[in-house]
């Protein structure tokens, strides 16, 4: 019968050349190898799928050196490679199952890059995953449980058990007489996914026997529901973003619901962090009539100036504020700055000569074909989010300023079929600006 899962879901989903199968050494992992193994043997006169295995070492577990050796003896013995990756658990924030998943998830990350990864959850999970999403307050996502398919980062999770329930997989593992481990931690009602699967839906099952088909029922139409509610999303998100920034206008036009959508999107995206919902709440009140302002995330920021929204993550940040750092020597030689070839721009033989990088000062002008303006003005002018502009690099000769990075060269300098410097951190605030 999981055989039959197995066939059926890769006749309705792209079958990769390879998946790498997420192998605890449970029940749930064991048979998924197995079954794997058998759909390998009889697709061998195609070659169309190779199989190999990963196993996260958690060190959770005084025997968790016991189950990787298990999980390499059963690979050994089905001639699948298996990879053995051991993290390091920081449940100070998170708790020890979600630090847990977490770590696992980067190790798959890291070993299998843009790769397929197979996991072994069954119907018995969605139920259960279900009733935790409720229970922690949940929105139509988490409510939604887990799809067969999805893109995590840049893993291709795949989940071909979704329709197999634990009874099914118990009835393989005994037909086929398969070992396997068994994690005495999943016994201990201390962790909520526990206590809902032992304690809370037996409890429930006595008074509404079919449950678990009523929620499984429940799944498939919220996820029918979510893909409605991502078709309007990716619509919205295509109005509303182009090349990495946010109109705001158009986030404007969209209502309160779908506007909060946009935003988290653009978290997401952005990779800034999920934002509290007073925080969400409180950006939005802004959007209507705040010319400026600053909405601090987890992992960095969104900047709203003018018309527009911008991103900067925190790492770029602080890279940003690393590279403000003065230099003096052969200006081809600065750290900071690229060179693109622009209509005006330095001579060639400019970039040998010594110059002084520097952030701008309020005092800096520069000479553009309109006249002399001041640096503060010509970033002013691009519309340069303050923050951003506050360190904006420029190249000093001979005691004056001659370059402004990404934006322009003094005309008294300039040459036809020059050399503007690019400083790489800030393009996205020049050549991706909105008009």
Not at 182 to 206: E, M
């Amino acid at each position: 019968m999981l055989l039959h899962h197995i066939h059926t879901f890769f006749q309705q989903h792209t079958r990769p050349p390879t998946v790498w199968v997420g192998l605890s050494g449970g029940a749930d992992s064991v048979a998924l190898l197995h079954a794997l193994t058998r759909y390998r043997h009889r697709q061998m006169c195609s070659g169309s799928l190779n199989l190999a295995a990963i196993h996260v070492h958690h060190g959770l577990n005084e025997n968790a050196d016991m189950w990787a050796d298990f999980c390499a003896n059963l690979c050994q013995q089905y001639a699948v490679p298996l990879t053995i990756e051991r993290v390091q658990i920081d449940a100070s924030d998170l708790g020890v199952e979600a630090a847990a998943r977490a770590a696992r998830y980067r190790a798959f990350a890291k070993n299998i890059g843009s790769g397929s990864l197979i996991l072994a959850h069954h119907a018995d999970d969605q139920v259960e995953t279900v009733l935790l999403a409720m229970l922690r307050g949940g929105g139509l996502r988490a409510l939604a449980a887990m799809p067969e398919t999805r893109v995590s980062g840049s893993l291709n999770v795949l989940r071909p058990f979704l329709n197999a329930s634990r009874a099914e997989i118990e009835q393989y593992i005994q037909q086929h007489q398969l070992t396997h481990i068994h994690d005495t931690s999943n016994d201990c009602t201390d962790f909520l996914r526990n206590w809902v699967r032992h304690d809370l839906l037996p409890h429930i099952q006595n008074r509404v026997p079919d449950i678990r088909q009523h929620i499984l029922g429940s799944i498939e139409v919220l996820q029918d529901e979510l893909s409605v509610v991502n078709q309007v999303l990716a619509q919205d998100w295509q109005d509303c973003c182009h090349n990495g920034i946010v109109s705001r206008p158009a986030l404007l036009r969209l209502s309160a619901a779908r506007q909060k959508a946009v935003l988290l999107k653009f978290c997401e995206i952005k990779k800034l962090g999920l934002p509290r919902k007073s925080s969400l709440n409180d950006f939005m009140a802004h959007l209507p009539d705040s010319a400026q302002h600053i909405w601090s995330l987890p992992q960095g920021a969104i900047w709203l100036y003018r018309q527009h929204l911008w991103a900067w993550h925190a790492q770029q940040q602080a890279d940003y504020v690393a590279q403000t750092q003065n230099f003096s020597g052969s200006l081809n030689r600065a750290p900071q700055l690229t060179w693109q070839a622009a209509p005006r721009g330095l001579a060639w033989a400019d970039l040998n000569r010594d110059a002084i990088v520097r952030p701008y000062r309020t005092s800096d002008t520069l000479i553009t074909p309109l006249g002399r303006k001041s640096v503060v003005k010509l970033l002013q002018d691009k519309k340069i989010p303050p923050p951003v502009r506050r360190h904006w690099l420029v190249v000093e000769m001979a005691g004056k300023c001659v370059a402004v990075a990404n934006i322009a060269v003094c005309e008294s300098v300039a040459v036809a079929n020059g050399w503007l410097p690019e400083w790489q951190l800030t393009l996205p605030f020049v050549s991706h600006r909105l008009d």
